[in-house]
């Protein structure tokens, strides 16, 4: 059973850091491209990033650009989302996911075929 697992959530004041994991476990995804999502209560889930097998293409929304990155350690099946200069509307439940088709990438939620039970980031001012 594929299971993609996050933690790292908590709350941060405004300006703060915080790192987020996600481990995966029951495949291998060092052929997959791997994402980061979040939702904010009444709100879609959005992109935030991804970043492509080998780690060699990583892509941010515009909201995040500059103060993110995400990437990945294959040899241990993780990936990573390390969040700087916070703000409060970054507040979300944010979620990993991978592509079941390798070589390929996306930003749209449907892109995807796995997913994690979220970790919530609650940014304070």
């Known amino acids: 059973q594929v299971q993609l697992v996050e933690s790292g959530g908590g709350v941060v004041p405004a300006g703060g850091s915080v790192s987020l994991s996600c481990a995966a476990s029951?495949?291998?995804?060092?052929?997959?491209?791997m994402g980061w999502f979040r939702q904010a209560p009444g709100k879609e889930r959005e992109f935030v990033a991804y970043i492509t097998y080998n780690g060699g293409i990583t892509y941010y929304s515009n909201s995040v650009k500059g103060r993110f990155t995400i990437s990945r350690e294959n040899v241990k099946n993780t990936l990573f989302l390390e969040m700087n200069s916070l703000r409060p509307d970054d507040t979300a439940v944010y979620y990993c996911?991978?592509?079941?088709?390798?070589?390929?990438?996306?930003?749209?939620?449907?892109?995807?075929?796995?997913w994690g039970q979220g970790t919530q980031v609650t940014v304070s001012s």
């Open positions: 029951g495949r291998t995804f060092s052929s997959n491209t």
């Open positions: 996911a991978a592509r079941a088709r390798p070589f390929s990438y996306g930003i749209s939620p449907s892109a995807y075929d796995y």
